[in-house]
């Protein structure tokens, strides 16, 4: 029942660089190679950062939702436990929040010492609110999302040929959907090169799925 103690983990990490990064691709994705000049590679690296900057905050506020929504469910769990008479009903509780890989291992001895803990807890923790950590989780995400923007968009920035510059910014794409499947793989306990090749497959058809519906 507690939240953990990162303030955003690996995985939480690497999907909102793979957001970031998948929303400036949708929009670097669109530009014509033929047809654009200085002032449209202007106007697309605008509309890059301010898409991502807009979508971080978006996303940054959804994450606080998140928090508070599971800080709030957590503590409707615990006053559930502390407000059942029958002890069979209270370990049955406290099992249905557990893992599911881990709640076979608690036995009745287990699962009543973690019933005691739960009675302990003082009430002033029974209030849902948003903390520090919260926050500063929040932030992590906004900048991320925005950070992701610029190696997609960079390219355009330093080169003056754009054709170059968009074969720059498509293969640091590819590597940085690659590497983010490779951690993901490496997180989750799955072969990451397998991994990393599919996040790429997966990366450019939600980009091309983007750009299809006009997103």
Known sequence: ???PDRVLDPIERL??????????LTITGAVSVATADRFAIRTMLFAALGCNVAWGIIDAGMYLMARLGERGRNALAVRAVRETANREDAHRMIAEELPPLLAPAFQSVQLELLRDRIDKIPASDLSPGLTRRDWRGALGVCVIVILSTFPVVIPFIVIADTRLALRISNALAVMLLFLCGFLFGRYAGVQPLTTGLVMVGVGIA???IAIALGG
């Open 1 to 3: 029942m507690r939240l």
């Open 15 to 24: 999907s909102e660089i793979l957001f970031g990064l998948i929303m400036a």
């Open 206 to 208: 939600l980009v091309s």
